[in-house]
Each structure stands twice: as C-alpha cells, then as structure tokens.
C-alpha cells in the first residue's frame, strides 16, 4: 500500500479518489484535518476498505513511525502542507512548522522505516514529494519557462517554506540514499479546492454577487493545470520517475488573473442567463496588491513529457469549464466549507485592501 499525507485537502483528495478509482492497492491517508482538510472531500471513498484514514500531523514522529510499522507501505506521496501564499503573510509560523519542520520529521521517520526494509523492498521503495513553482521566483515577461534546472529564488514565506522542504528532501537522497522524487507543479484548479484560492473564490463571491477582488492591476500570471492533471502526472512519476529527480509539470495555458476571472464570469453568465447580477463581470474590483506579489509563473514541462509521456489531458477551456459545473453542483460542499474559520479569514484577508 501507499501512505499519502495531507489526503484530505484539494490536490490531496482528488489524488485519493483517482489512486482508489484506477487500481487496485490500498492507501493510508494521514491529515491533519486544518482548515483546508476535510473528510467530505473524501465522501466517495467512505466505505471502501482499501482506504484508511487516520487524523495526525506530520509533525508527530511517534504516529508516523506506529504507521509506517503497521501499514509498512512501499511508498509515500507526500501534499500535507500549508498552501495559501496570502495566509503565509499574515501568519508564517504554521507555514515553518508544517512545510519546514514537517517535512524534516517525516524524512527522519521515513528514513529509520527505509534502512530496515530488505534490500528488495528497500529499492522500490519511494517517497515522493508534492512541490510548487513558486520555488522558482518570479519570471519576467520575455523570460523562458522554469525549468528543473532554473535556481531556486522564493517569495513569499510559503514559497520560501516550501523550497526548504525540497532542499531536505534532496539532501535525504544525497545524503542517506533515501529513493525520492520531487514534483514542482504550477497552479492548479477543479473540484474540491478550498474558496481561498482564486477559481474557487471568484465562483462562490459571483454567485453571491459579491465583488471579486483582482490584486493590483490583473495582469499577474500564473500557469495553470486542471487538478486531475496533476494527479495523473505524479502518479506517472511515482511509477517510472528515475530516483533523486525532479519533474517540473505544467499546463502550458499561461493566463493573467484578469483573464481567468473574465473566462469565470463568462462561464456564470451563460450557465445562470437569468441571475440579477449578469454580466458577472461587473462585480469585477480591483484592489490591493498582495506584498511582494510574483509577477509571473511558467512551466517548461518538456522533461516530463519526454521521459514519461504526461501530458495534460484538459485544456484550460475544458477544465474551467468542469471546474465551473462541479461548484454549481455541488453548492452543499461550498456551504460547509464556508462557515465559521472561513468568515474571519475572509474578513482578515479583504477587510483593508
Ligand atoms: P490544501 O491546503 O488544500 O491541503 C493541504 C492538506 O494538508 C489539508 O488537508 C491539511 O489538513 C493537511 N495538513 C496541513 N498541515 C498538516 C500537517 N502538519 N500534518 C498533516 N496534514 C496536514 O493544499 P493543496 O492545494 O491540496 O496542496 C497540496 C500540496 O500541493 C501542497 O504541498 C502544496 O504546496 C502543493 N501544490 C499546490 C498547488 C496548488 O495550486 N494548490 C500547486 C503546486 C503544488
Ligand atoms: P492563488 O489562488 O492564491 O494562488 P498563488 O498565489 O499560489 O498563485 O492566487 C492566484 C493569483 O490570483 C495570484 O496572482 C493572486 C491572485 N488573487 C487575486 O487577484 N485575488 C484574490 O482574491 C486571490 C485569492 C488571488
């Protein structure tokens, strides 16, 4: 079986519910259950056996060392993590503790766990872990693609938690051997993602006919992939990548935020003709910018392509599209998730700009 951390967040969630849909082996899903986790994310898996869900923090060396001698999986696929740039400003600390120290915590238990396997066991084992470009900086207009090979230069206390998470992770293999692989994916977008992010707060304030609040001037850029994508592409990496690497993977659809919250509102416009608030458009408000805010990201995802055959399966067009059909479906999930912590983030986050 496989251990997945942070399974009950967006990308993690979505990864669970793919990995029980298209095989076979059973999967251990560690999270936290913070504001971002949540077990109704993971409704289509209650019932099925070969999922096990167990509330904890990566932080908690004697829980991960219990799980790892009861499951004894053969690989971990690590997402837990705080994952809001905007929260990073207003509070790092969570932001060392989980990504930083964290990872360090899971890489010891991982390791101690890893040099007692036998030999066999101890070769196919993998720990894979869950990374973002945003570790790269910020790209200038002309400037090619990051690449595997771009050097690191993070932003933002998320990026720059994030990036040490990759450096511990690489000193693991280096240093110890341990078989790990690194995924830098751009941003991602679909169902489950929690209405802090930028799709899913533009749909959910749209609806409400609240404003949507574009930071500084819109034209900020942002490479993004459909999370089914994403999934595809690290399960790809886990079966095949070659130990030690890193796989950048992207959309190759690079978009401003002015562009993506037009694309949203138009969407709105021609599946809800009748609401008293079309054309969605003109909730659009421009406000603050966020501090130190990246002016562009972009993804050379040649090397994935190249050496596993990924490639995205959606296009932007068809992925917003779906994104668009799930939020108005499923308008139960937004409501749960929107109560209470969410409100004061909310008000937190927006009340000034
Ligand atoms: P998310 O915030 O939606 O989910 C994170 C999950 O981790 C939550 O379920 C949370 O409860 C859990 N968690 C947090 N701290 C934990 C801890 N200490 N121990 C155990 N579980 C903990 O994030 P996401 O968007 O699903 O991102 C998942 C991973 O993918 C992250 O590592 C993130 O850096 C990376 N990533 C995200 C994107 C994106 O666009 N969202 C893009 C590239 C990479
Ligand atoms: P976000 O979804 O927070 O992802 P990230 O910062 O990790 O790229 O934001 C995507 C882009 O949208 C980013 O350039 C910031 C911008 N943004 C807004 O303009 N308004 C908002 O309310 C939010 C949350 C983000």
């Known amino acids: 079986m496989i251990l997945v951390t942070g399974g009950a967040g967006f990308i993690g969630a979505n990864f669970v519910l793919d ?20 077990l109704e994310n993971l409704r289509q898996a209650q019932g099925d056996a070969r999922h096990v869900f167990v509330r904890g923090d990566i932080g ?44 360090f915590n899971l890489l010891e238990a991982v390791k101690a766990y890893w040099m007692q396997l036998p030999a066999g066991e101890q070769a196919a084992f993998r720990f894979l872990h869950v990374s973002t470009d945003e570790v790269y900086g910020s790209l200038g207009p002309d400037e090619p693609a990051f690449s595997e090979t771009t050097p690191y230069a993070p932003n933002s ?16 293999h280096h240093t110890y051997g341990l078989p790990v692989l690194t995924t830098n994916c751009s941003n991602n977008y679909g169902p ?24 500084g001037d819109g034209s900020n850029i942002r490479d993004w992939l459909y999370v089914g994508d994403h999934c595809s592409a690290i399960r790809r ?63 050379d995802a040649i090397k994935i392509e190249r050496e ?25 999930w937004v409501t749960h ?9 909310v008000s937190e986050n927006y009340a000034l700009r």
């Open 192 to 215: 489950l993602q929690f209405p802090e992010k930028l799709v899913p707060l533009v749909i959910h304030n749209a609806l409400e006919g609240k404003p949507l609040p574009i930071y």
């Open 157 to 172: 206390p998320y990026s720059a938690s994030k990036a040490a998470s990759d450096h511990l992770v690489r000193a693991y």
């Open 308 to 332: 596993l055959g990924w490639k995205p399966s959606e296009t932007f067009e068809t992925g917003i599209r779906k994104t668009v059909a799930w939020y108005l479906a499923n308008q139960d």
């Open 337 to 345: 998730v929107t109560s209470g912590e969410y409100r004061s983030w």
């Open 60 to 103: 908690d060396r004697p829980l991960i060392d219990a799980l790892l001698l009861q499951h004894r999986p053969r690989a971990i696929v690590n997402f837990a993590a705080e994952s809001h740039v905007d929260r990073s400003i207003h509070g790092p600390a969570e932001f060392i503790q989980t990504n930083v120290v964290g990872t």
């Open 19 to 38: 990995w029980l849909a298209t095989g076979d082996e059973p999967v251990v899903n560690l999270d936290k259950l913070t504001y971002a986790g949540n």
């Open 237 to 299: 990496v886990l079966e095949a990548g070659r130990v030690g690497e890193t796989y950048n993977i992207g959309g190759c659809n690079e978009k401003t935020n002015l562009e993506v919250v037009k694309t949203l509102c138009a969407i709105l416009d021609d599946l809800h003709p009748d609401s008293p608030v079309v054309p969605h458009a003109g909730l659009i408000t421009f406000v603050t910018d966020r501090p130190g805010h990246d002016r562009r990201y972009a993804i």
